[in-house]
């Protein structure tokens, strides 16, 4: 098992652009959290995906949407993209059962630079 | 507000001493308290959770609810040691977000 893989590694967009960052999660997990990591700085809590849909939302603006796919991978998109949007994003899995959490596993990011 | 404070963004000691690194938080719920580690060009990862109580290569960390602490602590630092180390927090048993802190950079020198 790969564990959490990510992809790309780099990406280097424009102001204005729009980005796709891709995350599948560890075998057997069926939760995907995303963090945005700027530099010198912990990670900030994004958003959750659990069965398809978003289960808990971090403070940040509508630009940052995502989606789960059936087969558990997820992807989170960043429309109008800002200077300060250049950070290192890491996704999470994690399996949740009930309501008991289990230890996010974090893939290595996606390391996103705007320009 | 939910937040998770490491006072210090560098720590550095020799090896063989002993090593605090300090988390202080603020949360109005039931929280779980984490430290995860990054070693150099590795993946973010847990070390230990407060409610496991285990101690892992050595590290040990207990959840102080007067204080609002969680000081992660180790009786003789080993130069393997050196890494990112961030204290984190998320509501207890709600599989849910982390809450991390800045991160404290552990330099152990030989």
């Known amino acids: 098992d790969a564990g959490v893989t990510q992809s790309p590694t780099h990406l280097i967009k424009t102001r204005g652009q729009q980005v796709t960052l891709r995350c599948s999660p560890k075998s057997g997990h069926d939760t995907v959290s995303w963090y945005q990591q700027a530099l010198g700085q912990g990670p900030q809590f994004i958003f959750q995906?659990?069965?398809?849909?978003?289960?808990q939302r971090g403070n940040f603006p509508d630009r940052f949407s995502g989606h789960q796919f059936p087969n558990y991978s997820s992807e989170l998109n960043v429309n109008a993209l800002l200077l300060g949007d250049s950070a290192l994003y890491l996704c999470?899995?994690?399996?949740?059962?009930?309501?008991?959490?289990?230890?996010?596993?974090f893939g290595p990011g996606t390391r996103l630079t705007v320009t | 507000a939910q937040r998770v404070t490491q006072p210090e963004k560098l720590l550095s000691v020799f090896k063989g001493a002993p090593v605090e690194l300090k988390c202080n938080y603020s949360?109005?719920?039931?929280?779980?308290l984490f430290w995860y580690v990054q070693y150099s060009r590795q993946r973010l990862q847990l070390l230990l959770r407060h409610i496991s109580r285990e101690s892992i290569k050595g590290f040990t960390a207990d959840l102080n609810k007067g204080e609002t602490s969680f000081h992660l602590k180790k009786p003789f630092a080993q130069e393997e040691d050196s890494a990112m180390y961030y204290c984190a927090l998320s509501e207890y048993n709600q599989g849910g977000k982390l809450i991390f802190g800045q991160g404290t950079e552990l330099s152990v020198k030989p």
């Open positions: 999470a899995s994690s399996l949740l059962v009930g309501t008991e959490a289990y230890e996010q596993y």
């Open positions: 995906y659990y069965e398809e849909e978003e289960r």
């Open positions: 949360y109005s719920g039931s929280p779980e």
